[in-house]
């Protein structure tokens, strides 16, 4: 099966050479083809180039493109998309006044979608995440993590993973997922915070391991939450199984989280809204990824990770959505691109590189998606007509994309 677009405006995130990362200044440099045309086989990317350089041949399909750009698709390297029904009560309490960690310490929040997961089937919990998955395809994310970490007893984090592992199974779209067994402390372990420790160390972990149901594992290292010691114990036990770390890290404190994540050779530190100095020299020594998650800090009114000062430090930086019932509800790449130009100080380069390319690394899948390479999956978006790529940050809100190809297939329209 041969698919010949042609008369593409611009064709965005070019890279004839495999490039792992970019960072720091490379970060402001995205290459492009302006009058490109881009030609599928089997539903990987098989060639581009400038339209005057097409040579004659015959295609299955042919799509033109005039007026319109063609990117890859987003990267969304972190999220909880695995959840049963929503938080909007708790939103209604933040309005009027309650703060986040208030209502996690009245037994909302986390232990409240863990209460809620727990009653729910894995049928009905497949077909209510399925359809938050189909979401976010329309809206052009082609490659994304998937979080366990709202079960929280063995059978429901397994669950979770298992409903990953359909997702997997049932749709062209690439899924990692990570075990989030550390996300909260169950009510049952209220005061008994190393049984529950030991119970995701000798239980839940073996069981995982042996259905084979993670990539990737996480612990939310947070004052009231796990913290740097413990963070240490389970990204150890789960390396015997392994398990690469993605870490929750810096959301409300610094408490040396980035420090043990990249000991552990962690692929990225998520969050950072709170970075220090000293945070900041750590990651220069690491190849960790930093990641950022503007969706999040837009709904909780809690600061911006510091991109800038990340960025000019010579870091690369990806951005992610969090998607999630409570501190993120919204799984939309375009606005967390489009926040991180207009809160962030990112430029429309930096924010494009950050959602595709580095978010293809910060879940080990750079091989594959990110960038319009040759020999890589033909997951890739069709704009509608529209000025510039700054554009797209630009018109923030609005839905510029038209068409989503997963795998040389189209995924919407
Ligand atoms: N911070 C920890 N976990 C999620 C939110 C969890 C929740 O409120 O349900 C996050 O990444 O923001
Ligand atoms: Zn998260």
Not at 39 to 45: F, S, W, Y
Not at 148 to 175: F, H
Not at 237 to 258: M, T
Request: charged share 25%.
């Amino acid at each position: 099966m041969t698919q010949l677009f042609i008369n593409i405006k611009e064709l965005i995130q070019v890279r004839d050479k495999f490039v792992k990362k970019v960072s720091g200044k490379e970060m402001k440099i995205l290459p492009t083809i302006k009058g490109a045309f881009l030609i599928i086989k089997d539903g990987l990317i098989f060639d581009y180039g400038k339209m005057s350089d097409l040579l004659e041949s015959t295609f299955d399909d042919k799509i033109d493109c005039t007026g319109k750009m063609i990117l890859p698709t987003w990267c969304d390297s972190h999220t909880h998309i695995v959840f049963a029904g929503n938080r909007e009560q708790e939103f209604v309490d933040r309005i009027n006044g309650l703060s986040y960690e208030e209502i996690a310490n009245n037994g909302g929040g986390i232990l409240n979608s863990a209460k809620k997961l727990q009653e729910t089937s894995e049928e009905d919990l497949y077909i209510q995440s399925a359809k938050r998955l189909e979401e976010v395809i329309i809206l052009g994310t082609g490659a994304i993590e998937i979080k366990s970490g709202y079960g929280l007893t063995v059978e429901a984090e397994l669950k979770m993973l298992r409903v990953i592992k359909k997702l997997k199974e049932n749709y062209d779209i690439p899924i990692k997922a990570t075990f989030l067994g550390a996300h909260a402390i169950p009510n049952k372990f209220k005061n008994n915070k190393e049984g529950y420790i030991n119970l995701i160390i000798n239980e839940m972990l073996p069981k995982i391991a042996a259905e084979d149901l993670a990539d990737f594992i996480d612990v939310f290292c947070e004052v009231g939450y796990f913290s740097v010691d413990e963070t240490d114990k389970i990204l150890s036990a789960g390396k015997k199984y392994g398990l690469i770390p993605k870490v929750h890290v810096n959301q409300f404190n610094s408490i040396d989280g980035i420090e043990i994540s990249i000991k552990h050779k962690a692929l990225s530190v998520d969050h950072l809204e709170v970075l220090s100095d000293t945070d900041l020299k750590v990651l220069i020594s690491a190849e960790t990824m930093p990641v950022a998650l503007p969706s999040c800090s837009y709904f909780l009114s809690i600061p911006y990770t510091p991109a800038r000062k990340i960025i000019d430090a010579g870091l690369p930086l990806t951005l992610a959505t969090d998607y999630n019932p409570g501190s993120t509800p919204s799984g939309n790449m375009n606005f967390v691109v489009a926040t991180a130009c207009i809160k962030m100080k990112m430029t429309p380069e930096e924010a494009i590189n950050a959602a595709t390319i580095n978010g293809a690394f910060a879940m080990n899948l750079e091989n594959k998606v990110g960038s319009i390479t040759k020999g890589k999956f033909a997951n890739f978006m069709i704009t509608k007509e529209i000025p510039s790529f700054g554009f797209i940050p630009y018109s923030f809100g609005n839905n510029l994309i038209e068409t989503v190809y997963l795998k040389g297939k189209k995924a919407s329209n």
